[in-house]
């Protein structure tokens, strides 16, 4: 069961598991917190791992308006200094990558370490990142459910579905005309008119090779915006990497954040 953080006119849930210094998990445009579900256990042995659901989705109750990147960063900043920390790692997958990336340049005092997943760079929407994708995936939402199977191909390659079928119904039981699923969309379609380039926080971006939804290319121009970032390619992964390759990304984000941590202390020795 969550826990709820206030945070002005948004009850933010939450949960927080293990013990370390403080990881803020960001998920994708449809998911909720439960993504993170097979990954936590794999971080909390070394960090206090706080997976939480943005607004319109999950357990958190927010305003019935669409809301902004700055909005949802300035949440993301509030639940860390809520739960008593001045800053804290943050790792964000897809949409919640972009969400990441305000925080960064919004909050640069509040986050410590990030990781970028699966994303794109937070002046462009998805239409201007990808038009091609954005329309077929668009026209592919509108026709749920008979376009499930198809709209689960773009998120998780065919080999991945065979071993996972239920992921099908995923797609399948969305319901994308709900007044908040509306919402959502909306909020998907936002951007921020910053520049990667200004982000002062040491920046791990990591993509799927099979990615259909952001490919490759889009998510490593991002890092090639990022000064000083590293980069890591996931072979044979498609975009919901947390999913998919649960421990290379688990393993991934511990080295960053404990090789960077090492380099910092080393450098003020």
Same mark, same amino acid.
């Given at each position: 069961? =969550?826990?709820?953080?206030?945070?002005?006119?948004? #009850?933010?849930?939450?949960?927080?598991?293990?013990?370390? &210094?403080?990881?803020?998990? *960001?998920?994708?445009?449809?998911?909720?917190? +439960?993504?993170?579900?097979?990954?936590?256990?794999?971080?909390?042995?070394?960090?206090?791992?706080?997976?939480?659901?943005?607004?319109?989705?999950?357990?958190?109750?927010?305003? %019935?308006?669409?809301?902004?990147? +700055?909005?949802?960063?300035?949440?993301?900043?509030?639940?860390?200094?809520?739960? /008593?920390?001045?800053?804290?790692?943050?790792?964000?997958?897809?949409?919640?990558?972009?969400?990441?990336?305000? *925080? %960064?340049?919004?909050? &640069?005092?509040?986050?410590?370490?990030?990781?970028?997943?699966?994303?794109?760079?937070? =002046?462009?929407?998805?239409?201007?990142?990808?038009?091609?994708?954005?329309? #077929?995936?668009?026209?592919?939402?509108?026709?749920?459910?008979?376009?499930?199977e198809e709209l689960a191909g773009w998120f998780f390659p065919e080999r991945f579905l065979r071993e996972r079928p239920d992921l099908r119904r995923i797609?399948?039981?969305?319901?994308?005309?709900?007044?908040?699923? +509306?919402?959502?969309? #909306?909020?998907?379609?936002?951007?921020?008119?910053?520049?990667? %380039?200004?982000?002062?926080? &040491?920046?791990?971006?990591?993509?799927?090779?099979?990615?259909?939804?952001?490919? &490759?290319?889009?998510?490593?121009?991002?890092?090639?915006?990022?000064? /000083?970032?590293?980069?890591? *390619?996931?072979?044979?992964?498609?975009?919901?990497?947390? *999913? +998919?390759?649960?421990?290379?990304?688990?393993?991934?984000?511990?080295?960053?954040?404990?090789?960077?941590?090492?380099?910092?202390?080393?450098?003020? %020795?």
């Amino acid at each position: 069961m =969550p826990e709820f953080l206030q945070a002005g006119d948004v #009850r933010i849930a939450y949960e927080r598991t293990g013990e370390g &210094p403080p990881l803020v998990l *960001m998920h994708g445009a449809e998911a909720n917190r +439960q993504m993170f579900g097979a990954l936590v256990p794999l971080l909390a042995d070394r960090f206090t791992v706080i997976a939480y659901d943005q607004r319109d989705c999950g357990d958190t109750e927010s305003p %019935a308006q669409p809301a902004t990147l +700055q909005e949802l960063a300035n949440d993301a900043a509030a639940l860390v200094h809520g739960l /008593g920390w001045e800053r804290a790692h943050v790792f964000g997958s897809s949409f919640g990558g972009r969400v990441a990336q305000a *925080m %960064a340049l919004l909050h &640069p005092g509040s986050v410590d370490r990030l990781v970028l997943g699966s994303t794109w760079a937070i =002046p462009l929407t998805y239409e201007q990142a990808y038009p091609e994708g954005a329309s #077929r995936i668009g026209e592919l939402r509108l026709r749920l459910p008979d376009t499930a199977e198809e709209l689960a191909g773009w998120f998780f390659p065919e080999r991945f579905l065979r071993e996972r079928p239920d992921l099908r119904r995923i797609f399948a039981n969305a319901r994308p005309n709900t007044e908040r699923s +509306q919402r959502r969309t #909306r909020t998907v379609s936002a951007a921020l008119n910053l520049t990667p %380039a200004a982000i002062e926080a &040491p920046t791990l971006v990591f993509a799927g090779a099979l990615d259909r939804v952001v490919p &490759p290319q889009i998510t490593t121009a991002l890092a090639d915006s990022i000064p /000083g970032s590293r980069r890591l *390619m996931l072979d044979d992964v498609g975009h919901v990497t947390v *999913m +998919q390759a649960t421990d290379a990304v688990a393993h991934a984000i511990t080295n960053f954040l404990e090789e960077t941590e090492h380099e910092h202390v080393s450098s003020r %020795a």
